[in-house]
């Protein structure tokens, strides 16, 4: 292998030649194999890889994601997933009905055009545009909270080895942090305060995601900032009453 | 303003291009590349975006993609549509240029996009579009070439696969002599102009167009020479990227999975 | 033709958190409702150009380039030199910037700035005189927007003042009716400077210099220009929202204390 593992390679850059496959973000030509993206070349088994530091969001089946409906169709909704194709939510793949015809009015009063999804990939491929279903635990309509957008490529880094990181955010902001593999955040908390510090620490993560100690400092700051909302949410409550 | 003031005072005068040393008006000899200097991921809200100032000129390159296709029925069924633009800014030139695309702008458009499409690996996203954008913002010859340089890294930057960066440079002829990377006033009063821009990696050449007078040996001359600097400018490219992405090799372990998304 | 637009679709959880900060007196980005985001002033930046200025509101880059021509007098105005404010969206600045000639928005910010310019009087015409009735300079004032996050107006007003600030000409005699330049290089006459400060609505409160997220939720906006001696000079309201006659008092009042401080800090980058 001609590149290092961990080593940051651009478009063109030869990282192996000889015994090996060439996997996702690279391709072979001839005898060597070469990386396709900007990304950290590695190795699995026999196979290289680039992973990507940056690109947009391409649905896999089984993925979880957080969509904006665009569109009321006959059957069900249009769903921004911020892929380069629009994803569909069939009425059939919402938990609501027991074999009931939906209507359109149904349709228009389950999810509005701007509304937020929580719903699973469930088929995508080169030929059609991605389905999505919300019938599993804890899918459908997003009512509270906030949502961070970061680049999809981070979204491993926000999760952490071991879920390292998530668990982390998820204690000391005291919010449920839903990951979506688009690159959406789902943060929700018990006060908006929490919710932007949470926000604020993910758009971190994303910013610093490849500097050193990244952990320690998401830390330090989310418990200088609740340090902070202490203070300020005394002083709010105070003044209502 | 200084251009301004050699233009507007010399205004009959024709220049000497090439003074008894063999030197140039910049003070270049005849292989010598003009400055570069390049940054990565300058704009905000473009998926990728490169600036590149090469000798007076300054190009800023955004990508847009792959995203829906508009109108929906240019897609592709089976790769990703490329939609190129190539815009020169009205204060861009010494003369004022209307911002109206002019034919020029059009064909230049056209050559770029042939010039980076063949290295995007556009199968990965049928369906779908890559929207290039070029505007430059102060030209001084040789805009189109750095125009495919700064577009080859906003494409990487936006993370889109490509088989190997682009890179762009021109030679030309001027007293007789064949000379590298032509400057506005060389362009203008030389008597050829070659633009090439090259695949450094395949060594495949994706650009060349050529106007004025070349014989058969001054043209492999020029095109030796562009191709050389054309490899330089490509390490250049590679040394950005290396900056702007800068990784700490450890940190990058923490991450979940190397489970790995097209 | 002016059509409704056809916006990107912001989720409804998005605005409202957007708003219901607003309401309490805080912002997306944490600025107080007054506060202008961190701005950067860049003169003299495309050396082609007579005069330009790049300007960084917050993430919204605006470039703007002078060029100073001889051309022909308008019949009304003979011995006046012309002013001609240009603006371009270029698709570069934002995924929802199209390819093609100004949209109308671009022309609304384009005639805006130009108001400012030409109502403060701020370029002395009269100076740009080459022979009355035959010859004149133009002044070319393109607006390159190149980063939208909002609050476009007041960046390339910005820039528009600094390039204009900024820009330099040869002196010149006339000689048969033609300029002859001199090795001298003078400035632009300028006599005014014009500062736009721009405030939106979004529920019942008003925040100054929106970002795009404010943007995308307000009801509508308003621009106040105001020259050196706080006197008005433009006005344009935006937007499908009301204003009430004490709200719009308000906003005038504050637009004409914010601009002093703009307008400081403009003209302190001038070399």
Redesign the interface.
Same mark, same amino acid.
């Given at each position: 292998m001609h590149a290092e593992r961990?080593q940051?390679v651009?478009?063109?850059?030869v990282l192996g030649e000889g015994p090996y496959f060439a996997?996702?973000?690279t391709?072979r030509?001839g005898t060597k194999i070469?990386a396709?993206?900007?990304g950290?070349a590695?190795i699995?088994g026999n196979k290289l890889?680039?992973?990507?530091?940056?690109?947009?969001?391409?649905p896999?089946i089984d993925d979880i994601v957080i969509g904006r409906i665009t569109d009321i169709g006959m059957s069900g909704w249009q769903v921004d997933i911020c892929a380069?194709?629009?994803a569909m939510l069939p009425a059939s793949e919402t938990p609501m009905q027991r074999g009931r015809d939906i209507g359109r009015r149904d349709i228009a009063y389950i999810y509005g055009v701007g509304d937020l999804t929580l719903a699973q990939v469930i088929a995508f491929d080169?030929?059609r545009d991605p389905l999505l279903t919300t019938k599993g635990r804890g899918l459908g309509k997003v009512t509270s909270g906030r949502v961070a957008r970061i680049s999809?490529?981070k979204i491993?880094?926000v999760?952490?080895?071991?879920?390292?990181?998530i668990t982390m955010l998820k204690k000391e902001t005291n919010t449920d942090i839903v990951p979506g593999?688009n690159g959406l955040i789902l943060a929700t908390g018990k006060n908006p305060e929490q919710e932007r510090i949470a926000v604020e620490a993910l758009y971190m993560i994303e910013r610093e995601a490849?500097?050193?100690?990244?952990?320690d400092r998401v830390r330090a700051f989310i418990v200088d900032e609740m340090g902070k909302g202490k203070e300020i949410g005394q002083s709010q409550n105070s003044s209502i009453a | 303003?200084?251009?301004?003031?050699e233009r507007?005072?010399d205004n009959h005068k024709t220049v000497r291009l090439l003074d008894d040393n063999g030197l140039r008006v910049d003070g270049r000899r005849f292989d010598e590349l003009r400055p570069l200097k390049i940054e990565v991921g300058t704009?905000?809200?473009?998926?990728?975006?490169a600036y590149v100032e090469h000798g007076?000129n300054?190009i800023?390159?955004?990508v847009?993609?792959?995203?829906?296709a508009h109108p929906k029925h240019i897609a592709l069924?089976?790769r990703?549509v490329i939609k190129c633009?190539y815009?020169m800014?009205?204060?861009?030139?010494?003369?004022?240029k209307s911002?109206?695309p002019s034919r020029r702008e059009l064909e230049l458009s056209k050559v770029i996009r042939e010039a980076l499409e063949p290295?995007i690996?556009s199968e990965?996203?049928?369906?779908?579009?890559i929207?290039i954008?070029i505007?430059v913002?102060?030209?001084?010859a040789g805009t189109r070439c750095a125009g495919i340089t700064a577009a080859a890294l906003a494409l990487?930057?936006?993370?889109?696969?490509?088989?190997?960066?682009v890179a762009g440079c021109a030679a030309g002829k001027i007293d007789g002599k064949v000379v590298l990377d032509l400057s506005d006033i060389e362009d203008k009063q030389g008597e050829a102009d070659l633009p090439v821009a090259l695949?450094?990696?395949?060594g495949m050449v994706s650009l060349l167009q050529m106007d004025g007078s070349l014989t058969e040996d001054e043209f492999k001359q020029a095109l030796d020479m562009s191709i050389d600097a054309c490899r330089r400018i490509y390490e250049m490219?590679?040394e950005a990227?290396?900056q702007k992405?800068?990784?700490?090799?450890?940190?990058?372990?923490?991450?979940?999975?190397?489970?790995?998304?097209? | 033709m002016s059509t409704t637009h056809q916006l990107p679709i912001v989720a409804r959880l998005e605005q409202k958190t957007v708003v219901d900060l607003i309401v309490k007196g805080k912002r997306v980005d944490d600025r107080g409702p007054l506060d202008y985001r961190p701005t950067t002033i860049m003169l003299g930046? /495309?050396?082609?150009?007579?005069g330009?200025a790049q300007v960084y509101l917050g993430?919204t880059?605006v470039?703007v380039?002078?060029?100073i021509?001889p051309g022909t007098p308008f019949p009304d105005t003979p011995d006046e030199g012309i002013l001609t404010v240009?603006s371009?969206f270029?698709?570069?600045?934002?995924?929802t910037f199209e390819?093609g000639?100004?949209d109308e928005n671009s022309i609304e910010l384009a005639r805006v700035v130009d108001r400012g310019i030409r109502e403060s009087k701020a370029i002395n015409l009269k100076k740009l005189c080459i022979e009355p009735g035959k010859k004149v300079f133009m002044v070319?004032v393109?607006v390159?927007v190149?980063?939208?996050?909002g609050n476009l107006i007041d960046a390339a007003a910005m820039a528009a003042l600094g390039a204009l600030v900024n820009a330099?000409m040869?002196a010149f005699k006339v000689e048969k009716g033609e300029p002859v330049?001199k090795?001298e /290089?003078v400035p632009l006459p300028m006599q005014n400077y014009p500062v736009s400060i721009t405030s939106v609505k979004v529920d019942s409160t008003t925040v100054l210099d929106p970002c795009l997220e404010e943007e995308q939720v307000m009801s509508c906006r308003l621009t106040v220009t105001t020259d050196k001696d706080g006197n008005i000079c433009a006005m344009q309201k935006g937007g499908l929202g009301f204003l009430t006659p004490d709200e719009i008092k308000q906003i005038v009042s504050t637009s004409i204390s914010k601009a002093k401080d703009l307008r400081e800090k403009i003209l302190s980058n001038v070399k």
């Open positions: 961990k940051l651009t478009p063109g850059d996997g996702e973000n391709y030509d070469y396709a993206r900007i950290l590695d699995i890889i680039v992973v990507p530091i940056k690109g947009v969001y391409i896999r380069p194709y629009p080169r030929t999809p490529a491993p880094r999760i952490g080895k071991q879920g390292s990181m593999q490849h500097s050193s100690g990244l952990t | 303003m200084k251009w301004e003031r507007k005072l704009l905000d809200k473009a998926d990728g975006s007076r300054k800023l390159a955004a847009y993609g792959p995203r829906e069924a089976d990703a633009r815009h800014a009205p204060f861009s030139t010494d003369e004022r911002p109206a290295a690996m990965y996203f049928p369906r779908s579009t929207d954008i505007e913002l102060q030209a001084d990487a930057d936006a993370g889109i696969p490509m088989r190997e960066l695949m450094p990696k395949s490219q590679r990227l290396r992405y800068h990784i700490v090799k450890d940190e990058a372990d923490n991450e979940a999975a190397t489970e790995v998304r097209v | 930046v /495309i050396e082609k150009a007579n330009s993430k880059k470039l380039g002078v060029k021509q240009n371009e270029v698709p570069l600045a934002s995924p390819a000639p100004p070319f393109d390159y190149l980063d939208h996050d330099k040869h330049y090795e /290089i």
